[in-house]
């Protein structure tokens, strides 16, 4: 697989420095931190100091995840033709775990002093940008992308879905940017008609990810009958 070794060493850069800001701050920070927040940005969960770095443990988790996987790919040789992409993908998803893990770490201090909802709709958003952008790059595999039995069994149903859900990610992103929760004003929609936003926002992405997939199963039939 292709790979850039600047983009190798962010990623794993990312990691070391989520682990040793946390390890720096531990002695520091209170018998209780935040773990968890509801749908409206208020803390619900609670775990013990050493639980600060479930954070980097899981960013640590993920990278390597998503490091080994091609090796196991059926289709491992076709990352070799979207590495950058897959890579670039994993640099993003490492620094929004950073930037949970700051989150998390500002919180044990000031637990009153961030709102939570906004920045996790920002995020979120940011990550679908860079989703959006490099989703029609993706190319026929069993790991990375929108896996549907009918995906998997056509490359070009595979091409075709997922230059129709980069368009569906970008548009996830307006919805994401433009919710009250990421702090921007904008009229007041239809998925907008309570304070919980976020769980409405959701929801919408689990409804157009039904789409996607009525897509796909649409060019299925077209495509091999």
Not at 40 to 62: E, N, S, T, V, Y
Not at 119 to 127: D, E, N, P, S
Not at 186 to 200: M, Q
Request: proline letters at 7%; one cysteine or more.
């Amino acid at each position: 697989m292709k790979q850039s070794n600047k983009t190798e060493w962010a990623i794993w850069g990312v990691c070391a420095l989520s682990f040793a800001v946390t390890l720096a701050l531990l002695p520091l920070l209170p018998a209780r931190i935040p773990v968890h927040w509801n749908v409206d940005g208020q803390i619900d969960g609670w775990a013990a100091r050493p639980g600060a770095f479930f954070g980097p443990a899981m960013g640590l988790g993920l990278s390597l995840l998503m490091k080994f996987l091609p090796y196991i790919d059926p289709r491992r040789r076709s990352y070799e033709k979207f590495g950058r992409a897959y890579d670039a993908f994993r640099l993003a998803l490492a620094l929004f775990v950073l930037i949970l893990q700051g989150v998390t770490l500002y919180a044990a201090f000031y637990p009153d002093g961030l709102d939570v909802s906004r920045i996790i709709a920002a995020c979120v958003g940011a990550l679908l940008c860079v989703a959006g952008n490099y989703m029609p790059k993706f190319r026929h595999n069993y790991f990375c992308g929108i896996r549907t039995p009918w995906t998997l069994a056509s490359e070009t149903c595979w091409r075709r879905t997922h230059r129709f859900g980069s368009g569906a990610v970008w548009r996830w992103r307006r919805a994401a940017f433009s919710s009250p929760a990421a702090g921007w004003p904008r009229p007041r929609r239809l998925w907008e008609p309570c304070s919980s936003c976020p769980l409405i926002f959701i929801r919408t992405l689990f409804i157009k990810a039904a789409v996607k997939i009525d897509f796909a199963a649409a060019m299925r039939y077209t495509i091999l009958g």
